[in-house]
């Protein structure tokens, strides 16, 4: 009898044994999964709220006189402009709909907002159980009201209680600002069809972009490490050949390039991967924990396949004075799901010093049409080419080579096709890169 109890004893200490360890190598939670992403005391900055994330991709500042003016994330006036936004957003004291046609005059000296990720906006002017996705803001210069376009093409009038009038001076006032005007059925080339699905803005003047340099931002390695492995004993480093250094213990891996650039997955099913404002304001918490905000990164909907909050894949990119740089990467791209970042990849350029000086372009009407000619070669397709998005910016050839090229670029956005390159100082067609 006493042998029989002996052998059960050993036999549930056996079994015991090989759960404890089952459960000690494959049962562990992950490092970022142990707690939440917002109890971590190791973030590289501070984190960026949704509504901090969510930013118009132009500010346009219509004077009244057929003129607009354009400006985008970095420069000094787009920063303007978003603050009087959120400062009409707070003085709202009533919200109701509107007709586009009796009460909205297009024709109003104003600024203009344009949302492509549209900004969330609840329970305000009177309405707290409303909720609204903006995708176009317009402040006029005079008067105390402002109004709204929806993500559901619907429009609605506010009633502010009071205006920056001293902000929206600094647009009235501001000289020397380039002059644009906007693209119609003459700046087609012959026998190509185009839907503009937004306003787009050719200049009026002929540009020069400064000679930007860029170089890789560099952090803490180590640091970076202990954020993603909780416990580092565990942990392989394996030396490739190309030079990459991968850190793995089995459930998290990292890839670390001969560039600089991180790579992260995780161990796990691809199913439940979040989308929307629920994986942004995750992004937000996880990239501050995961190498830190850089100044000048914003939010980037480059065009997809699908409506832009319904995508798993969430990009930013760095920009310097307006102009974004822009790889097939992009700078930093993630993808989220409920415990954190299933996949995460940054290879982020940043601004060094002052610019060397400025350089002669193409004109952006030549330009539009060179791009469109040669999206409309890759389109292939017998319908209308939806044109998007037309601007000015820098592209980073081969982003993860060890000897970084920037060339300064026209990006032509064609929803359905992608963002088709053209070498700004050249007018040659460079690529055309699908995300």
């Known amino acids: 009898m006493k042998e029989k109890i002996k052998s059960a004893a050993l036999g549930l200490l056996v079994l015991t044994s090989l759960a404890l360890t089952y459960i000690l190598w494959y049962g562990s939670p992950s490092h970022e999964f142990s707690q939440p992403i917002a109890s971590e005391m190791i973030h590289f900055s501070s984190s960026r709220s949704l509504t901090d994330l969510i930013t118009p991709d132009r500010v346009v500042f219509y004077p009244g006189d057929d003129v607009h003016h354009v400006f985008r994330p970095g420069q000094e006036l787009f920063q303007v402009g978003v603050t009087l936004f959120k400062s009409s957003l707070q003085e709202t004291v009533h919200v109701e709909p509107a007709d586009a046609e009796t009460d909205i005059n297009p024709e109003r000296a104003g600024i203009r907002l ?66 644009y005007r906007l693209a119609d059925a003459e700046d087609l080339p012959p026998e190509i069809a185009v839907d503009f699905v937004r306003d787009i803005y050719l200049p009026l003047e002929k540009l020069s972009l400064p000679v930007q340099q860029w170089e890789q931002e560099r952090f803490d390695l180590d640091r970076l490490l202990k954020v993603f492995f909780i416990d580092m004993s565990l942990v392989r480093r394996i030396e490739e050949k190309d030079g990459a250094v991968i850190y793995t213990d089995g459930q998290e891996g990292v890839r670390i390039y001969p560039d600089g650039a991180v790579e992260h997955t995780t161990a796990g099913s691809k199913e439940g991967i979040l989308s929307g404002d629920q994986a942004l304001s995750l992004a ?89 000619e040669y999206a409309h070669e890759e389109w292939g397709g017998e319908e209308k080419l939806p044109v998007h998005g037309f601007y000015l910016g820098y592209y980073l050839r081969d982003p993860l080579s060890e000897l970084k090229q920037v060339v300064a670029a026209w990006f032509l956005e064609v929803e359905g096709l992608g963002l088709a390159v053209i070498n700004a100082a050249n007018g040659l067609p460079v690529t055309v890169l699908r995300y």
């Open 114 to 179: 344009d949302f492509p990720y549209p900004y969330p906006l609840e329970g305000q002017g009177g309405q707290e159980d409303s909720f609204f996705e903006i995708t176009q803001f317009f402040l006029p210069l005079e008067g105390n009201e402002a109004w709204f376009i929806t993500s559901k093409g619907d429009y609605f009038l506010l009633r502010l209680g009071r205006v920056r009038h001293e902000l929206l001076r600094r647009f009235s006032n501001a000289e020397e600002l380039p002059p």
């Open 284 to 372: 937000g918490e996880i990239i501050a924990l995961y190498g830190g905000w850089a100044p000048g990164v914003y939010l980037w909907a480059p065009p997809g396949s699908e409506p832009v909050k319904d995508r798993q894949q969430l990009f930013f990119v760095p920009y310097a004075g307006g102009s974004p740089l822009v790889s097939s990467e992009g700078g930093i791209s993630l993808t989220v799901s409920k415990r954190g970042a299933q996949s995460y990849f940054r290879n982020l350029m940043v601004p060094a010093d002052e610019p060397l000086g400025v350089m002669t372009i193409v004109s952006g009407p030549a330009a539009f049409e060179l791009a469109l």
